[in-house]
């Protein structure tokens, strides 16, 4: 509950709530209580399609160091964050590099240093995570075709997203939809008083901030 959320101070106790999403306990709250560092060992997000996270996670202004993904189809520190699911004062820095769809299998939906693919509240977040994402054109948001949104902040936002007071430090590179907060923003999600202090890269629809608002 958002009175009593686990409190997480290692590596390992955030994959262990990462697991427990994963099995079906969406709505976990949770607590970091430390600098969390991951050491660059493969991250399985938080959150998927099928069951979103739905809960409150407060990340007390702490450092989680050390992402690395490189397979996943909605990749960040959360996969996807629900309707109901909030992330605050969290602060992530690391890798994300999906370079092959061919070669690894991955649909790639959406790659943010926060969250992949967002539906709820990002607040008062940060990342310095270093996105390459050169996927080409794979997977759907919705009812439409995906040509890899990257995002430092958020891949793709829709619905009732909103992202506020969030910055962003990291490189993004990619294909399609390329922002230095949210890659893709659509369905009248919002982003408000955010900022981007690194290069942002890409072939079509590259912005500092979102890099492309379909509505």
């Not at 690391?94 to 992949?116: E, F, L, P, R, W």
């Not at 075709?145 to 910055?167: L, W």
Request: glycine letters at 16%.
């Amino acid at each position: 509950a958002k009175d009593d959320p686990y409190l997480i101070g290692t590596g390992a106790e955030l994959a262990w709530f990462a697991d427990q999403v994963k099995n079906g306990s969406v709505a976990l709250c949770a607590r970091l209580t430390a600098e969390i560092d991951l050491n660059g060992h493969p991250w399985t997000p938080i959150g998927t399609a099928a069951k979103s996270y739905q809960g409150m996670f407060d990340g007390c202004n702490s450092t989680v160091h050390g992402l690395h993904i490189s397979d996943k189809s909605y990749a960040g520190l959360f996969g996807v964050i629900g309707k109901s699911g909030i992330v605050e004062r969290l602060k992530v820095a690391g890798t994300i590099s999906i370079v092959s769809v061919s070669g690894n299998g991955v649909d790639n939906v959406g790659a943010g240093g926060i969250a992949g693919y967002c539906m709820g509240t990002v607040f008062q977040c940060s990342s310095s995570v270093n996105i390459i994402d050169s996927c080409n054109s794979y997977g759907t948001v919705g009812s439409r075709n995906n040509i890899n949104y990257a995002g430092g902040i958020v891949g793709a936002a829709r619905q009732s997203t909103m992202i506020r007071y969030c910055t962003n430090e990291g490189a993004v590179n990619g294909v399609q939809g390329v922002g230095g907060i949210v890659g893709l923003l659509t369905d009248y999600a919002q982003v408000r008083l955010c900022e981007n202090k690194n290069t942002i890269q890409g072939d079509s629809r590259v912005g500092g901030i979102v890099g492309w608002v379909c509505l």
